[in-house]
């Protein structure tokens, strides 16, 4: 059953207003539990922040502070290792015109004006927070509690712990609302029942910036809703880099918790980040009915770290365009990467995943890579755009990936390797008016002969290579063509310029031999052969290597032969002192054999003898 993303929409409250306004005398620099620093001491941390000048700087020595701060004006806050900052008891509630709920923040820096509690207006502050833990002490707020609140606030919150939110309602470590350009950094954020860090609100007011960079962000049990680890949504932007997000769970069977969760926003990298053992790993999601329009387009996913999620590493749901899902490594999830518009009548309001890709990722050992739904449960095809390219990506091993994908997935070319050094791809060709090019290393053509011509001729053409094989050498029915390019170093008395291996098999048996000849030709580069009268094709008989009867083209530089079977392929230059130059076959040498077959036809050993199942593609 598929499960609804919890947005943990956090509507921004205000902050109650008092009148901050410093004296020109206001020092620049005050204390918090330090007597010895004298007048310029204070008892509570609130009492040093009205007291220190604009812009000026509080420090804050080791010890609990049980009190709820306001901050209203650009000022630096920290705390030496050791400074607590508790919730009390009772702490004053607020509200923002962003929402309709009630906040009770531990810390609330706010720009704008605080009437009876209520935030309102523009004009924005600088604020720094660092080195503090906060303790939400476990008490169960009217609406919602959060560690640190900011609205229309640029600066930074670094280093701080934030815990002990209370796991039944909905509260939040870190939330940011308004205007402002905020850095998050190196923070451990735990124990909250809603949200983690939280950047954006619905509606229609300023949207901030945020860096989002090196957090640990976990729960420890489960709770009374959906939680997210990180969100930058509801048209806010920015980039969440090198966080490690875990622990995300929730049992009820109709939504899902994320580690990272972009809602309705785009324009935000997700980069670096190690997340796992949530519900849904990075979910990006858009929505067309959701108190208005919050599509999500142009996100950057790339190098992630993304395992042991119970539903998905990547999930992309409802109005989502122009993703791009890239350089990650993507195991141990129930699926790879999810992609689908889960109700497409209601909250998504008629949009569906469009032009989003996946390149260049290690998808391996989910039960399924990549699934697509758009539409799937109303038995619909997907409107244009809905075709999820995920070409270039390795699967675990060289295999085709056709069982690791479903639904409309466009997975060729695959990587034949992790380092992604070789790739194999297939098509379908029915058509021989046209060249077939071979552009990767593994190359899988499907070909039925009954379909074409008898007399037509279908024309390969790979690297330095062309195969003119006649459609009338064609088994009947549909048949598979692979040609492979290999490569490795030259045996000694020989020069290797070019390997292809080509196999074919139809009804599964393979097809070696054929009724007549086809032409194989090589190209060579003349200022790399030292004797072209020592240039031949080539083939391997399973044991030894035997020269092909070739004609050597000087003028067009290239080598042509007539074959009547298919096996592995090899342009070679015999030196002028080898006994075996110019012979119909090479020397029965061990070392001449093992050499190619372990080093030059490595590649083919991964891409084509171990490629040998069909599929369908969707």
Not at 479 to 492: L, M, R, T
Not at 526 to 533: F, G, H, M, S, T
Request: proline share 5%; hydrophobic share 40%; net charge negative.
């Amino acid at each position: 059953m598929k499960r609804f993303l919890a947005t943990g929409i956090v509507l921004m409250l205000v902050l109650s207003a008092v009148p901050f306004a410093a004296s020109a005398q206001a020092p620049a620099e005050v204390w918090v539990g330090n007597e010895s620093m004298g007048e310029l001491n204070f008892p509570s941390i609130q009492e040093a922040v009205d007291a220190v000048a604009e812009g000026g700087t509080v420090y804050v020595a080791a010890g609990e502070y049980v009190e709820q701060v306001l901050i209203n004006k650009d000022l630096t806050l920290i705390g030496e290792e050791g400074a607590i900052i508790k919730a009390p008891a009772a702490p004053e509630k607020y509200t923002v015109p962003e929402d309709t709920k009630t906040w009770e923040p531990v810390i609330f820096a706010f720009g704008g004006t605080m009437p009876d509690n209520h935030v309102s207006g523009g004009g924005q502050i600088n604020v720094t927070i660092a080195g503090f833990t906060i303790d939400g002490d476990g008490r169960q707020p009217a609406n919602r509690s959060c560690g640190v609140f900011l609205r229309n606030v640029s600066g930074a919150v670094i280093e701080n712990t934030i815990d002990n939110l209370n796991l039944t309602k909905e509260t939040f470590g870190i939330v940011v609302y308004g205007s402002g350009n905020v850095l998050i950094q190196a923070n451990s954020v735990s124990g909250f029942g809603r949200g983690g860090i939280v950047v954006g609100s619905r509606g229609d007011f300023p949207k901030p910036y945020a860096v989002v960079f090196d957090n640990y962000v976990r729960t420890v049990t489960h709770a009374s809703w959906a939680q997210n680890g990180i969100q930058i949504g509801w048209g806010a932007t920015g980039q969440i880099i090198g966080n490690t997000v875990s622990g995300h769970v929730w049992a009820d069977e109709g939504w899902g918790a994320s580690g990272i969760l972009i809602p309705g926003s785009s324009n935000i990298l997700v980069a670096g980040n190690e997340v796992s053992n949530n519900d849904y790993g990075v979910a990006v999601a858009g929505y067309g009915n959701y108190g208005g329009h919050y599509p999500a387009s142009n996100i950057v996913i790339r190098d992630n770290l993304l395992y042991g999620n119970t539903y998905s590493g990547v999930c992309l749901q409802g109005d989502v365009s122009d993703t791009l899902i890239e350089g990650n490594t993507i195991h141990s999830n129930a699926n790879g990467i999810d992609v689908y518009d889960y109700d497409p009548g209601g909250w998504t309001g008629g949009g569906v995943p469009v032009n989003n890709t996946a390149s260049g990722n290690k998808i391996y050992n989910n039960e399924k890579g990549i699934v697509v739904w758009p539409l799937l449960e109303a038995n619909q095809p997907g409107p244009a755009g809905t075709t999820f390219t995920a070409a270039g990506n390795w699967w675990g091993s060289a295999a085709e990936p056709a069982d690791q994908v479903e639904g409309d997935v466009v997975y060729c070319p695959w990587a034949l390797d992790e380092g992604f050094t070789a790739f194999a791809t297939r098509r379908v060709v029915d058509d021989a008016s046209a060249p077939i090019d071979l552009h990767q290393e593994v190359n899988y053509i499907e070909v039925d002969g009954d379909e074409l011509d008898s007399d037509d001729v279908l024309v390969f053409y790979g690297d330095g290579m062309r195969l003119d094989f006649p459609v009338a050498l064609l088994p009947a029915g549909s048949v598979e063509i692979v040609i492979a390019k290999g490569s490795g170093p030259a045996p000694q008395g020989f020069k290797l310029y070019n390997l292809y291996s080509l196999s074919m098999s139809a009804d599964g048996q393979a097809v070696t031999d054929f009724a007549g000849s086809f032409t194989l030709t090589f190209w060579y580069d003349p200022d790399e052969v030292e004797n072209p009268d020592n240039l031949a094709i080539y083939w391997f008989d399973g044991q030894q290597w035997i020269a092909q009867a070739s004609a050597v083209d000087t003028s067009h530089n290239r080598v042509t032969a007539a074959i009547d079977h298919f096996s592995d392929f090899a342009l070679m230059e015999a030196d002028d002192a080898d006994p075996g130059a110019g012979g119909d076959e090479l020397p029965k040498t061990g070392t001449f054999i093992l050499w190619l077959l372990p080093a030059g036809l490595a590649v083919l050993v991964l891409g084509f003898l171990m490629l040998r199942h069909k599929i369908t593609v969707w």
